[in-house]
């Protein structure tokens, strides 16, 4: 039987650092006590951001080089590249097909995953599903990629949360099963909660929208505790049923959405797991939104976190909302540096 596995995957935070520091100077008569408040809930230190002359697609190509590289193939031996994101590079044409060109992955189909920061375990479920159905299919290249920085008012606050960045890994055949199960949730009656209001077929750009700001992201209301505290929880029951496996004994690692510390370790501890199994990124890049879950993947690995022959359960949420989970299993054939 035909199964597909991660063999490598990729990195990428640009070079400009915006410490804490910074935004509290920059927050002081806005709001001058909400770094001080949100910095212990997100475990957010520190975040990256990219020079004025990237886009999201320029995140995408640095970390697809990386995973391509450490792969051992080149970009025409790519059959399809599937990016992830909320923060494209434009409407239209998919950033995905950017990507392509700037790749020069003259082989390879291509298309945007757009359930936002769920879209990495999303994408590499997908990615499964062509292996394992299109015998014609070797490589995929499957990124996550954010600069919802980019979007926003730098006025806002919650401009806090936001890091640049990107995570890319190639998908193979593989004799042995590596991408397993996946789980998915999704509630539509929220979309209204955080969003980019202005520059879609609702409202098209125009001149009042821009003065008062409906082009930036904006976040109208929170979303409740238990969407993740519930539905992380509930996901990961699920995958771990399909493929007969213990949560507690199995799984190595979780990778969660990189947004709050928080509701990491409630998520954890309602799962009776040690804390100690979460791999965490945001204290070192903020949160990179699309890029978070493939980028804890990546910096998992390098740190001998997740390695051959472990299980890793891969959890995201995004706005809308949408839920999604994978579990993967390192296989032998993962590359790393």
């Known amino acids: 039987m035909r199964h597909a596995a991660i063999v490598s995957t990729g990195l990428y935070v640009p070079p ?10 920059r927050y002081r008569e806005v709001n001058p006590e909400f770094v001080d408040k949100l910095e212990p ?12 002359d990237m ?59 757009g359930c936002a920061c769920s879209s990495f375990p999303t994408a590499t479920a997908t990615a499964a599903g062509f292996i394992k159905s299109q015998p014609w299919m070797s490589n995929i290249l499957v ?5 919802m920085r980019r979007l926003a008012d730098p006025m806002d606050p919650l401009t806090f949360l936001y890091g640049d960045g990107a995570g890319a890994a190639i998908v193979q055949p593989s004799e042995t099963p590596g991408i397993l199960s996946a789980a998915f ?11 980019i209001q202005m520059g879609g077929t609702v409202e098209p ?13 904006r976040m109208t209301q929170s979303y409740p505790p238990e969407v993740n505290e519930g539905g992380w929880p509930a996901m990961l029951h699920q995958v771990a049923a399909q493929d007969g496996f213990s949560l507690h004994e199995d799984v190595a690692t979780f990778i969660f959405t990189q947004v709050r510390r928080r ?17 965490l990124i945001m204290q070192k890049y903020g949160y990179t939104g699309s890029a978070c879950i ?20 891969l959890v995201g949420s995004g706005v809308g909302y949408n839920q999604a989970c994978v579990a993967v299993r390192l296989t032998d054939a993962l590359r790393t540096g």
């Open 55 to 113: 886009a999201t697609s320029d995140l995408a190509l640095h970390a697809s080089r990386q995973a391509i590289e450490r792969a051992g193939i080149s970009p025409e031996d790519i059959d399809l590249i599937l990016v992830g994101t909320d923060s494209p590079d434009h409407i239209t044409p998919s950033t995905s097909v950017i990507l392509q060109g700037k790749l020069a992955a003259k082989n390879a189909g291509t298309f945007d995953v």
């Open 185 to 195: 949730r999704a509630d539509g009656n929220y979309a209204q909660d955080w969003k």
């Open 294 to 313: 493939p980028m804890a993947l990546h910096d998992a690995i390098e740190a001998g976190a997740a390695k051959p022959g472990d299980l890793v359960c």
């Open 41 to 52: 809930k997100s475990g957010i230190l520190t975040r990256f951001a990219a020079p004025e």
């Open 205 to 217: 750009a125009n001149e009042e929208g821009l003065r008062e700001g409906r082009h930036f992201v």
């Open 263 to 279: 509701t990491i370790e409630k998520v954890m501890k309602r799962l009776e797991i040690p804390m100690e199994k979460a791999h």
């Open 143 to 147: 990124v996550g990629a954010y600069m």
């Open 16 to 25: 400009i650092e915006i410490t804490n520091d910074e935004l509290r100077e």
